[in-house]
């Protein structure tokens, strides 16, 4: 009778075991569904500057594309108080899509041509 009991408490946990990995990528898949039926997707683009804009910023120099991460920006941005200077205030942003001023039309139509419906 232990021996029984042994047996069906370890196929007890085997079948807890399997359940909770069904459960997980029945989740994912349930992500994955919803995020192709529409999820709102949010991409940025930060537009090249204007002549007037160039001469008086010179560059964007505190915005930062990490090559790494197509998907964020970082907004820095030195933090004067008084005669005081501190360190850079740091503001990070994620994003679907993040397209820096370079980027052209075409590139940005390609990333989103499966999501523009006739």
Sequence with gaps: LREMEASQRTLLAEHEERIHVLEMERRR????IQELKGNIR??????PLLPEERERQRG??????PPQDPRSLVLTRPDDVGRE???ELRYDF??????PPGASQQEIFQEIQLLVQV
């Design 29 to 32: 898949l349930h992500n994955d």
């Design 85 to 87: 200077r501190r360190a």
């Design 94 to 99: 994620s994003f679907d899509r993040v397209f």
């Design 60 to 65: 964007l120099p505190h915005l930062h594309f």
């Design 42 to 47: 949010v991409f940025c683009r930060v537009r």
